[in-house]
Antibody, heavy 120, light 110 residues
Framework: QVQLVQSGAEVKKPGASVKVSCKAS????????MHWVRQAPGQGLEWMGI????????IYAQKFQGRVTMTRDTATSTAYMELSNLRSEDTAVYYC?????????????WGQGTLVTVSS | QSALTQPASVSGSPGQSITISCTGTSSDIAYYNYVSWYQHHPGKAPKLMIYGVTNRPSGVSNRFSGSKSGNTASLTISGLQAEDEADYYCTSFTTSLTYVFGTGTKVTVL
């Protein structure tokens, strides 16, 4: 069965970086795009970006450009989202979700979420 | 890219129908038929309820339906049940080749 298993909660200081992982199983990892979405406390869902199935091309939301890097390791079927220069507003639950190319059905499966807390 | 606009809350009694609107622009909802809807309980993974404006993934109740007119998409829940109480978000593909989420709507079953 399809599973996306994310790494555990993180606590970081302002200015630091965090790298969240999302390990896929139950399907061919390289056949699907991977989205990253977050939800800050009391806020709505926010789309951060996508890493595409073909060649790992990335597209980021303008808000995160310059601070976010999405990568993947096809050998271990794991996607990564790294966010740098963290500030308190980045405290959120981060989710990965897959999408079949040209299906425009983002997130038919999602990871369980990773809580990132930014605090001095 | 600004968030799509949804009402903050919608409520209804069991068995009733409710509709959640999602208003965008000519660069997203009006341009593409790539609107999806998610049910979300905070702290849990979102659940895809509708994609491609009107399509239901396998396993989603036919009480959930979607539509679109111009730059506004809508999610209708018919025969409202207690288990439908959750937050609901729309999302659309955009002409910037990105996605944008709606502001979210809290559905309360009275």
């Amino acid at each position: 069965q399809v599973q996306l298993v994310q790494s555990g909660a993180e606590v970081k200081k302002p200015g630091a970086s965090v790298k969240v992982s999302c390990k896929a199983s139950g399907y061919t990892f390289t056949n699907y795009h991977m989205h990253w979405v977050r939800q800050a406390p009391g806020q709505g869902l926010e789309w951060m970006g996508i890493i595409k199935s073909s060649g790992g091309t990335t597209i980021y939301a303008q808000k995160f450009q310059g601070r976010v890097t999405m990568t993947r390791d096809t050998a271990t079927s794991t996607a990564y989202m790294e966010l740098s220069n963290l500030r308190s507003e980045d405290t959120a639950v981060y989710y990965c979700g897959r999408e079949y190319p040209d299906d425009y059905r983002p997130g038919d499966y999602w990871g369980q979420g990773t809580l990132v807390t930014v605090s001095s | 890219q600004s968030a799509l606009t949804q009402p903050a809350s919608v409520s209804g009694s069991p068995g009733q129908s409710i509709t959640i609107s999602c208003t965008g622009t000519s660069s997203d909802i009006a341009y593409y038929n790539y609107v999806s809807w998610y049910q979300h309980h905070p702290g849990k993974a979102p659940k895809l309820m509708i994609y491609g404006v009107t399509n239901r993934p396998s396993g989603v109740s036919n009480r959930f339906s979607g539509s679109k007119s111009g730059n506004t998409a809508s999610l209708t829940i018919s025969g409202l049940q207690a288990e439908d109480e959750a937050d609901y978000y729309c999302t659309s593909f955009t002409t910037s080749l990105t996605y944008v989420f709606g502001t979210g709507t809290k559905v309360t079953v009275l």
